[in-house]
């Protein structure tokens, strides 16, 4: 199975902060990257589908890019209800995808 | 609007075989392309997929508990049901359903539904 890894697992910032979370795959998974958010007691919510198509609806200040094994989602101004965990997702190996662990998002 | 709902037992005794159901609106399982999956998440923890089924039947399990599980379309045609054998404390976690959606080789999950939580324990 191609393994997930996100860095940081965790992160403080404030309402309008610059924010970058990483997803690492253990092979080239070209551009089959999703990213999801989840609020607390939520189910999660497609953000970014194939590494950096916007989902409608997701405000333009989510962003994503990479490709091969490395990937980024960029909150650009960060906003109150943007905290949250977030997970990357390959489709790479479809119907055998994966989920990286997570980064979870809070205020400082 | 496309919308999923999963339900069944909130607790399962160990050993016990679990049941749950996917209800869905919006879209049929049975137009070419349409596929449902199954994702659960122990609380706390990272989500991670389980099985999904295509419209045309095909079905496809994760490689550690394929041995226990089980999907299938149900008696109606908008429900898939998932079975999970011998159930554990460990299996305790919110299980989700949800669309695959894509296009091309490209495939991402939207929409997921509220998540059911199954307790496993004595």
């Known amino acids: 199975d191609i393994q997930m890894t996100q860095s940081p697992s965790s992160l403080s910032a404030s309402v309008g902060d610059r924010v970058t979370i990483t997803c690492r795959a253990s092979q080239s998974i070209s551009s089959y990257l999703n990213w999801y958010q989840q609020r607390p007691g939520k189910a999660p919510k497609l953000l970014i589908y194939a590494a950096s198509s916007l989902q409608s609806g997701v405000p333009s200040r989510f962003s994503g890019s990479g490709s091969g094994t490395d990937f980024t989602l960029t909150i650009s101004s960060l906003q109150p209800e943007d905290f949250a965990t977030y997970y990357c997702q390959q489709s790479y190996s479809i119907p055998l995808v994966t989920f990286g662990p997570g980064t979870k998002v809070d205020i400082k | 609007q496309v919308t999923l709902k999963e339900s069944g037992p909130a607790l399962v005794k160990p050993t016990q075989t679990l049941t749950l159901t996917c209800t869905f609106s919006?879209?049929?399982?049975?137009?070419?392309?349409?596929?449902v999956s199954w994702i659960r998440q122990p609380p706390g923890k990272a989500l991670e997929w389980l099985a999904h089924?295509?419209?045309?039947?095909?079905?496809f399990y994760s490689t550690s508990l394929k041995t226990r599980l089980t999907i299938s379309k149900g008696t109606s045609k908008n429900q898939v049901v998932l079975t999970m054998t011998n159930m554990d404390p460990v299996d305790t976690a919110t299980y989700y359903c949800a669309r695959i959606r894509g296009y091309g080789d490209y495939n991402w999950f939207d929409p997921w539904g509220q998540g059911t939580l199954v307790t496993v324990s004595s």
């Open positions: 919006g879209f049929s399982l049975s137009t070419s392309g349409m596929r």
């Open positions: 089924i295509d419209w045309d039947d095909d079905k």
